[in-house]
């Protein structure tokens, strides 16, 4: 099972940058599909930003513009650069990975990191 290890997340005012990591333990990493999710208190975990295997992107609305995901395959890591951050953006951010529906199905976690935007 692949592991993920999230870093970067913190406390920032608003108007800011940040730049999320998610360090994957495999090699295999790089084959999957990864994106960020968020989930702040008292609400649903949200998808933020989604990258493929080749490195197609998509995002949620409420980021596109302000949000950008890549990855480094040589690193086996994604990031999540984020600018223009808001007091809304605050939440929990989780990496994932996954086989993007490709067999054998896989589908894992990072632990998390806090971002706080302060107004």
């Known amino acids: 099972q692949v592991q993920l290890v999230e870093s970067g997340g913190g406390l920032v005012q608003a108007g800011g940058s940040l730049r999320l990591s998610c360090a994957a333990s495999e090699s295999s990493f790089r084959q999957d599909a990864a994106g960020w999710h968020r989930q702040a208190p008292g609400k649903q975990r949200e998808l933020v930003a989604v990258i493929s295997s080749g490195g197609s992107t998509n995002y949620a609305g409420s980021v596109k513009g302000r949000f950008t995901i890549s990855r480094d395959n040589a690193k086996n890591t994604v990031y999540l650069q984020m600018n223009s951050l808001k007091p809304e953006d605050t939440a929990v951010y989780y990496c994932?990975?996954?086989?993007?529906?490709?067999?054998?199905?896989?589908?894992?976690w990072g632990q998390g990191t806090q971002v706080t935007v302060s107004s």
């Open positions: 994932n990975g996954n086989s993007d529906g490709n067999l054998p199905f896989r589908n894992y």
